[in-house]
C-alpha cells in the first residue's frame, strides 16, 4: 500500500483587492495532483519556479491549507480527521533555507530538543542523550551542542536541520530544496548523506527540487510539475531515456552536457526541441493553457498527452 | 541579531562614556532614592509646620522649606521616588500590554491582526489628556498605582504598532514553519521563538519610553492635574514655581527638582540612544 497519496489535490491562494479585500480571483498553485509514495522510496517534485511543487510538499504536512482534494498517508485522510499527534510526528520537513530554519537565539540543543519536547516526556538527561545521538547520526561533533546557529557553515546547518527532521523517526520526510542553498561541493556531500539515512532509518523522501542533476542522482520515480499540474510521472530512468511530454523533452534537453565536442549537437537539439514546444504547445495543453490528465502509457510511466494518443 | 545580543547592547554602552556614566548614575540614584526614603518618614514631612514658612536652606532644613513649612528635601527624595515609580510602571504596564497585543496581532496576522488593529485605532483617537484630567478629577484618592494604570491605557500603542511590524516580519522566517511541523503550539511559538528574536528592539523601545515617561507626571501635576500636595513628587515641587514670588526669590524650592527631572531624563536618554545604536550595525561605536 502507499505510504502518502495525493488525491486531485488543489491549493488556491485567493487574490484580494480592491476597498473591502473582495477576494477577485484565484492563484491555482496546485490545480489537481495525484500522486503516490511506496513507502522506503525517493519520489522527486520537479518543476520551474512557481510550479507548484514546494506547496504541495508545504500542502501535505499542514503549512499551506489545501483547497479540495484528499491527501491519504497510510490509509488514513489527513484531511477529514484532524491530524492527530501520532500522524503529525511521522510527516516530518528539511527547509529549503539552513540560514532562516535554525531559531538564531537558540542553541543547537533546544533547536533538536524542539520536537521531543512536544511529543515526548524526556528528563534532561535522557534528551541531553538522544541529541548528543543524533548529533552522531548527522555527523556533528557533541561539542556543537552549546552551540548557536551561526557557528556552524551552511552545510553542517543543514545537517542540524536534518537531525531536527529526524529527532521524532519520522517514515516521510518532505525535503524542500535541501540543498539549492548550499555549494555544489556540499549539496553532494549532503545528498549522500540522505541516502544513507534513508537506508538506515528506512525513509520515505519527497523531494523537491528544480536541479535535474540532484533529482536524477536520488530518486526512484520522478513527478514532472508545469503549472500547477503533473505533466509526466515515470521512474527515474524512463523520464530521462524516454520524455514523453514536450514540457519533459525540453526540460531534459536543457541539462548541460559536460564534453565540448557534443555542443553544436546539443545547441541543434535544443532548437529543435523549441521549436517542437512552440509549435505543439496549443496541442499538448488545453484552452487554459493547463496539461491534460495523466494517462498510462506503460506499466509504471504517466504523461499528460492529448486525447487523440501519442 | 545573532546570540550575543546583549553582550552587543552592553559593549555599545561601555563604549559610549556617556552613557556608561548616565547608567551608573541612574542606577546611583534609583539606588539612592529608594534607601532614603525608607528612612524619611512621609506623614511628617508633608505636615504643614507654620513656625518654618518658606525657610532658606540650613542645616536643619538642607533645601530649605515650601509654604507650608514642609522639608523640601524630603518632598524631593519621595518625590523622586514616586516618579520613578510612576515612570517605571507605567512603562512595565504599556509595554507588556503593547508587546502582547504586536506580537500576537503581527504573529497571526490576517482577522486578528484587523480586529486588533482597530481596538488600537480607537485608543489612539482618545484624548488622552482630557480623560486622564477626568479621571483625576472624579477620582477621590488616588494614587502611583492608579495613575500608572491610568496612563498605560494611552500609552500602549506606539510599542503595539513596533513590535506588530517586526513580528510580521519574522513569521515568515522558516524556522517558525520549522516550530510548527515540529508540532510546537502557537503559544509556544510566539514566545519561546518568535519574543527571543526581537528582545533587542523591546530593551530599547523600554528604555526610550521610560525617559518619556518619568516626564510624563510631572508635566500633569505642573499643570495642576497630578498629585495633590500630600502626595509629593517631581511635578508638585515644579508647580510651587507657578507662584512669581517662588520663581523669584525662593529658588531652593522648585530648582533642585526641576534639575533632577532634566538630568533623570537625560541620563535615560543617553542609555536608550546607545541601546538603540547598538541595534544597528552601522552605526554601533563597539
Known sequence: MALLKLEDLHVHFPIRSGVFKRIVGHVKAVNGVSLELKSGETYGLVGESGSGKTTTGRAVIGLNEITSGKVFYAGKNLIEKKRTKELRREIQMIFQDPYSSLNPKKRVLDIIAEPLRNFESLTKQEEQKRVQQLLSQVGLSQKSIAKYPHEFSGGQRQRIGIARAIALQPKLIIADEPVSALDVSVQAQVLNFMKDLQKELNLTYLLISHDLGIIRHMCDRIGIMYKGRLV???????????????????????????????????????????????????????????????????ADHFAALPGEGQ | MEHSGFRILWREIVRDKLALISLIFFMMMVAFVFGISLFLDESEIVTVDLFAIHEPPSSQFWLGTDYGGRDVFGQLIIGTRNSLSIGILVTLISGIVGITMGVVSGYFGGTVDNILMRILDFFMILPTLMIVIVFVSIVPNYGVMSFSLIMSVFLWMGIARLIRSKALQEKELDYVNASKTAGSSHLKIIFKQVLPNISSLIIVTMTLNLAANIGLESGLSFLGFGFPESTPSLGTLVSYARNPQTLEYRWWIWLPASLLILILMLSINNVGQALKRATDAKQRRG
Open chain 1, 232 to 298: 509526466e510521472e515515470a521512474t527515474a530512468k524512463e523520464i530521462y531515456e524516454n520524455p514523453q511530454h514536450i514540457y519533459t523533452k525540453r526540460l531534459i534537453s536543457s541539462i548541460p552536457d559536460i564534453d565540448p565536442k557534443n555542443r553544436g549537437k546539443m545547441m541543434a537539439l535544443r532548437e529543435e526541441v523549441k521549436r517542437d514546444f512552440d509549435e505543439k504547445y496549443n496541442q499538448y495543453f488545453d484552452e487554459n493553457g493547463l496539461a491534460y490528465d495523466l494517462k498510462a502509457i506503460a
